[in-house]
């Protein structure tokens, strides 16, 4: 049972465009999402992080949408660039009992920019 | 500051052999993370270190998946014997608040 579903699976987007990635999670108790970027080789790095009970964030060209009663968040990425071009993973955060520390993540989003 | 490293970067090796991951985290990190991802799926945890104790293995997928951390340092994980299906990329992770550093991951291929 995958707990964070992430869509879509790809993603292309002419430079300037924006990119749109969705997530939806099931449990109510998550208290953390944050938003993975990993190029290729690399491991994933933090891009941006939201918690429920605020309904956007913004940092640059990237801003989380949350929607805490549809239980679904999406991650923005404003006049896209080629070198955005990575794969994007969304994540949450159980915020109970011994798993507070691990992340739960959706199964990526692989992004191409073409210039 | 040095990130997360981990070593092998890449491992090939046969069907029930043994292979040892290894990860140094953030120096001062006492949370430390491994995480696998198998081709096409997410990435998924298997367990939480808190300095050298183990949190949360909750994730590991059987018994032939050991890990260490020795004196709440470097982390090993070891696998033994490896099976087909334990290929993928292993990730190790180190926090000290809620933001986890992940290193460049460990892609093993058992043969």
């Known amino acids: 049972q995958q707990q964070v579903k992430q869509s879509p699976q790809s993603l292309i987007v002419q430079k300037g465009g924006i990119s749109i990635i969705n997530c939806a999670y099931e449990?109510?108790?998550?208290?953390?999402f944050p938003w993975y970027q990993q190029f290729p080789g690399k491991g994933p790095a933090l891009l941006i992080a939201?918690?429920?009970?605020?309904s956007e964030k913004k940092e640059g060209r990237f801003t989380i949408s949350f929607n805490k009663s549809a239980k679904q968040f999406s991650l923005h990425i404003m006049d896209s660039q080629p070198g955005d071009s990575a794969t994007y993973f969304c994540?949450?955060?159980?915020?109970?009992?011994?798993?507070?520390?691990?992340?739960?993540f959706g199964k990526g989003t692989k992004l191409s920019v073409k210039p | 500051e040095a990130g997360v490293t981990q070593f092998p970067s890449h491992s090939v090796i046969e069907k029930g052999q043994t292979v040892t991951l290894r990860c140094d985290p953030i120096?001062?990190?006492?949370?430390l993370y491994w995480y696998r991802r198998v081709m096409g799926k997410e990435i998924k945890f298997l367990l939480h270190?808190?300095?050298?104790?183990?949190?949360?293995e909750s994730g590991m997928p059987n018994n032939r998946f050991l890990a260490e951390r020795t004196g709440g340092t470097y982390s090993t994980l070891k696998v033994q014997p490896a099976e087909l299906e334990d290929s993928g990329v292993y990730f190790c992770?180190?926090?000290?608040?809620?933001?986890?550093?992940f290193g460049p991951g460990t892609r093993l291929l058992v043969l």
């Open positions: 992770a180190s926090s000290q608040g809620v933001t986890q550093y």
């Open positions: 449990n109510t108790a998550f208290d953390y």
């Open positions: 939201i918690r429920p009970d605020v």
């Open positions: 994540a949450a955060r159980p915020g109970y009992g011994g798993s507070q520390g691990n992340l739960i």
């Open positions: 120096s001062g990190h006492d949370n």
């Open positions: 270190f808190v300095k050298e104790s183990k949190q949360d």
